[in-house]
């Protein structure tokens, strides 16, 4: 029902919004050839067929094509996903490398300087726009001091893409056996990684201390105290274990959430992922593009949530109860 309706709204709003016609024909073009397009098109149909006729090629998996290059969405999706797979899954990497230590800090000591330090970032993070975040760190470390490289994609000039394996060129480089190339994959990564791990990783640093403080206030906990129980064993087995489920159900919401929602930072570091691509479909009204992203970005939004929530299910008995 949600994939359903996300096709809906978007098949909507994207017929309403302009035409692809003049994109592909360009402006010096008489009526006759304009129209001419639109039949061959469809778009002169009403517009429930035009739907009928998309959701029909939706279900044998066909996302249309572009109606200016003419290349197949599926096939450029396909190309330019992992781009964004890998720049989401570093970004998660250092939101995680600071929510989940310094809240659980928080949530044992909520008045230490730890926890205020958490805070501090957490308020910074929400507060500052991702694409104004990455335009600082672009002028701080690499026009005032360079010491990354020119935001101008995955890798720079004179380096050849490693042989496609998982599509994260830090990984396939590495088995290729090219470190001097996963490196270079590397520091292209780590400038829009951290814009994106400190703007949108807030929530879990909330989320963490939130759960992580409710568990220890919680009877449990208290009585394996009483028993004689290490601190070190209490906060693996009752306590990190029991407050992992939000944690998990918050990760994999913005893990989804990026993956269709990194689309100023992609364009602010000229990273080819599907961001920059739905970007392009839209500026030349290119209905196929877009609802090809939005479509695919749902679908795996709503697999991310469901398989946190079976891990959720086979984590926390009380969900199976």
Known sequence: ?????????SFAVTRSTGTPLYAALGIQVSEEMIEARAEMMGLNDPIHVQFTTYAAAL???DLGASRRTFVPVAEDIARKLPATAELVFFSMVVGSIWTIPLGV???????????KLGEGISQFGVTVPAFWLGLLLIFLLYFLWPVFPAPLGRLGRGFDPPAMVTGFYTVDALLAGNPALAWEALRHLILPAVTLGVTSSPPMF????????EVLASPYVEAAHSYGLSRRKVMIRDVFRNASPPVLNLAAMTFGYLIGGAVLVEVVFSWPGIGSYAVWGMEFSDYDVVLGVVIVSAAIYVLLYFIVDLLQYAMDPRVRN
């Open 1 to 9: 029902m949600v994939l359903f309706s996300v096709v809906v709204l």
């Open 59 to 61: 279900l044998r998996g």
């Open 105 to 115: 800090r928080a949530a044992m000591r909520p008045n230490g300087p730890i926890g």
């Open 206 to 213: 909330r989320v963490t201390r939130a759960a992580v403080s």
